[in-house]
């Protein structure tokens, strides 16, 4: 619980530290020490981004006054992650494609590339990179590289806001792209179904058992209609009774041979419908995994 307290913690200070450089960059003033930012007296409210509010994208404008406390009051104007100008500042991250590093430690050059994945709703990341010889690193690998302490960084390339990265869907192919396989988060979303999307399925499949279980139930009857009318032979009657029976039973049996015939096909069928649509479901005919590569660094040790 700890542990968890200190990570919001840490948080937002970082959020507060990425919202008050975009409040001042639009004139407001801050206050370190109550981590407030107030626009000055008789200043317009500016426009500060674009939200998207679940069907349009909508212009924000700046509130009077932005604080970074949990008490701060009001509360529109608190300085949270789920609140819109936290949601918004993160939004509008400004980062260049290309950058350089320097670390602490003592290691040889490598290439490291950030890269988010959606699938659906949902959002991966990973890293992926490769030394000075070729040799990939792994995603591990990579983020113990990115914990190391930088001694020096410097940006390079255009720099961009987050939504216009995601809308535009990245820029051109870069070696690093062919280290991921989107085909692996697609699997990992079908295996993150949800307890009421496995019961929808088992619902489905107890259907589609019932439906097996009633072609069985129609070729049963039919051999019980059979068995009554082998019966009737049994019993005294007129030779054009008998012809009747004969006749009954050479269509009972020719019908019984069909539905036997037919049966494994018919399974199979209901096999193919209950695949098809526990597919359509998962929305697994349509699921497709959509990368964006956010940067690139170049890393070296310190000489």
């Not at 005294?236 to 009747?244: K, P």
């Amino acid at each position: 619980m700890k542990y968890i307290e200190e990570k919001i913690v840490q948080m937002n200070a970082d959020l507060w530290e990425i919202v008050k450089q975009r409040l001042r960059e639009s004139g407001y003033i801050i206050d370190e020490k109550e981590r407030t930012a107030t626009l000055p007296a008789g200043e317009e409210s500016p426009h500060l981004f674009y939200y998207w509010t679940g069907s349009q994208s909508r212009p924000y404008k700046g509130l009077k006054k932005y604080g970074a406390g949990n008490d701060f009051k009001p509360a529109s104007g608190r300085v949270a992650l789920t609140s819109p100008i936290g949601r918004g500042a993160i939004h509008n991250i400004e980062c260049a494609d290309m950058g350089s590093i320097t670390t602490t430690a003592n290691m040889p050059p490598c290439q490291i590339g950030f890269y988010t994945v959606e699938v659906e709703s949902t959002t991966y990341t990973i890293f992926v990179g490769k030394t000075e010889t070729g040799q990939p690193l792994t995603d591990k690998e990579c983020r113990r590289i990115m914990f190391l302490p930088v001694v020096e960084f410097e940006e390079q390339d255009k720099k961009s806001a987050a939504w216009l990265r995601v809308s535009t869907g990245g820029t051109m192919f870069h070696e690093l792209d062919r280290f991921i396989d989107t085909e692996t988060f697609i699997q990992r979303q079908l295996e993150n179904r949800t307890s009421a999307q496995n019961e929808e399925i088992a619902r489905m499949r107890e259907a589609n058992n019932r439906k097996k279980a009633d072609l069985e139930r129609n070729l049963n009857a039919v051999r019980a209609e059979l068995k009554t009318a082998q019966g009737k032979t049994d019993k005294g009657l007129s030779r054009l009774e008998i012809m009747r029976v004969e006749r009954e039973t050479t269509l009972l049996i020719k019908r019984i041979k069909d539905i036997e015939k037919s049966l494994h096909y018919d399974k199979m069928k209901l096999e193919q419908e209950l695949k098809a649509e526990v597919e359509a479901f998962l929305g697994k005919s349509k699921l497709t995994a959509r990368l964006y590569r956010q940067f690139i660094l170049n890393v070296k040790g310190a000489e």
